[in-house]
């Protein structure tokens, strides 16, 4: 009698529970994790009835077969799922064969999920030919429809990274407004992060997305609030308070996310994400997490300058503090010992804001910096930019989001000095729908930043690679109304980033 008495009994959609959707993310060579909650009113705002389910705990039966039909079962088995965890499903499989497709289902009684995809990375060093992966940030769903994951899944790559904003947690500010958060109420506490989670996932084109294609994924600021930095509040909160909301925040944001229990539980106010995936000897991808550990926004100020906000050199010395840190120090060292052994020919750095030095401004003497971005933490995008040189990592290629704007940029060893040597190709996706930023006066600044090749920040969309040992194929993908759920697709700009030249190459 799986499932049934836990199900609410005045919800109006008993007859699905599975309503969210399923995903599949963390792969590792033999497994991976599989997601579902189990919710059948998810957008319920009855506390008791998280979800629309009753209290305790219900059986969720799981099925993973070789082929998309279910027919040919490797493991099947049932997991509860806890009214503690809002209902989600973490379930790690293991022993499975690497580097292949696997499909899932979920279960309870006569009700099924739809059927989702996952895969096995590699064996250790196989010599994998190509990788084709997407990578999206920033989804605000009041100011548009998600038809860049639509048509990414229609592309069927291999995996899909997404670097942040994955929800906004607060309500809608500018841009077309095409629908409203449900629940009307900026997210603060446990229930609003879950009812915004929970309406994101309702979103047809995430949930087809999420199904087909696995998963890796990062957080940027809006999961928790706008700009936030460690404990410290754009709102200036009190430090303790902010973390009771931080805490509340990632836990929704685990509970609606495949990411490995083992991994990513949450400790008091804390909860690990940063993860690495290689894919045979190909590619392996260092996924970051910029938020959690950083130093606070340089010169924050009470009761102005809490979150992102434009500073000089000479009015802002504490930008260059020795001890500032966009990583933290265990994150940090992390990285870097990875990167030191890694065997890999592409080294991939998937992580949420901009890692570029963009001048701001038109007087050369005094340059302006955005604090939110690694602009606000010079001294650790230095250690690392030293790091890639003198650990001579093999061809590494940062991935970033958050600006909402395309950009092509070359990495700098001396971000100031215009000749120095060019470590490392950054390639920034535009949002999914966040409205961009005036396209007009960053266009202007762009003269005086000559490493950045490319930007571009009046269309939606998202960048798609094809990953071959010789070289990396780089397209950056636009939509063509974002206020239209039916919006085509196109390609803006396409690069080659070749092995063994760090920059991007016009295609
Ligand atoms: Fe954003
Ligand atoms: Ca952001």
């Given at each position: ?86 209902y989600s499903v973490h379930l790690e499989v293991d022993g499975l064969q690497a580097g292949r497709n ?406």
């Open positions: 009698f799986i499932g049934r008495v836990a199900l609410g009994q005045n919800s109006q959609s008993l007859d699905n529970p599975f309503r969210l959707g399923v995903a599949s993310g963390a792969p590792r060579s033999d497994g991976f994790v599989l997601w579902t909650r189990v919710a059948p009113d998810p957008l319920s705002t009855d506390t008791e009835m998280i979800g629309g389910m009753h209290g305790g705990s219900v059986a969720v039966s799981y099925e993973v077969a070789a082929d998309s039909r279910m027919k040919d079962i490797v493991r099947r088995g049932t997991v509860l799922a806890d009214a503690s965890f809002a696997y499909w899932y289902q979920f279960r309870i009684d006569d009700a099924f999920s739809r059927v989702g995809r996952a895969i096995t990375l590699p064996a250790e060093g196989h010599n994998l030919n190509s990788l084709r992966i997407g990578f999206v940030s920033c989804s605000n769903y009041e100011t548009g429809y998600f038809s860049a994951y639509r048509h990414l899944a229609d592309e069927q790559p291999d995996i899909a990274i997404f670097l942040g904003d994955y929800i906004y947690e607060g309500l809608f500010q500018r841009g077309p407004k095409v629908r409203s958060h449900s629940d009307g109420v900026p997210a603060t506490t446990l229930a609003t992060y879950r009812n915004r989670h929970a309406q994101y996932k309702l979103d047809p084109d995430l949930q087809r997305l999420h199904a087909e294609v696995p998963s890796i994924i990062t957080w940027d600021d809006h999961e928790v609030q706008n700009d936030y930095a460690d404990k410290w509040s754009e709102t200036f909160d009190d430090p303790q308070n902010f973390l009771i909301r931080r805490a509340a925040a990632y836990q929704a944001y685990y509970e609606h996310m495949p990411l490995r229990p083992s991994l990513s539980r949450l400790i008091g106010s804390t909860m690990r994400i940063y993860d690495r995936f290689k894919f045979g000897s190909l590619a392996e991808f260092s996924v970051l997490d910029g938020r959690q550990y950083r130093s606070r926004e340089a010169c924050y100020e009470p009761p102005k300058k809490g979150g992102g906000h434009l500073e000089t050199r000479s009015g802002c010395a504490e930008l260059f503090a020795t001890d500032r840190t966009m990583l933290g120090q265990a994150q940090e060292d992390w990285l870097f010992d990875g990167l030191a052994r890694s065997q890999s020919q592409w080294n991939f750095l998937a992580q949420d804001v901009l890692m570029a030095r963009f001048r701001q401004g038109m007087d050369s003497n005094e340059y302006a910096y955005w604090t939110d971005v690694w602009d606000g933490y010079p001294e650790s995008r230095s250690r690392l930019m030293n790091h890639l040189r003198e650990a001579k990592v093999r061809n590494p290629v940062v991935m970033s989001g958050d600006i909402h704007s395309f950009w092509a940029n070359d990495l700098k060893l001396n971000a100031d000095d215009d000749k120095s040597p060019v470590v490392a190709t950054e390639l920034v996706g535009t949002s999914v729908s966040s409205p961009g930023p005036n396209y007009e006066l960053y266009s202007k600044y762009v003269p005086n930043n000559p490493h950045v090749k490319f930007f571009e920040s009046r269309m939606r969309g998202y960048v798609f690679l094809e990953i071959s040992e010789k070289q990396v194929d780089v397209h950056f993908r636009t939509v063509s109304d974002v206020t239209n759920p039916e919006s085509t697709v196109s390609t803006l700009m396409n690069y080659t980033i070749e092995d063994g030249r760090p920059g991007v190459l016009p295609a």
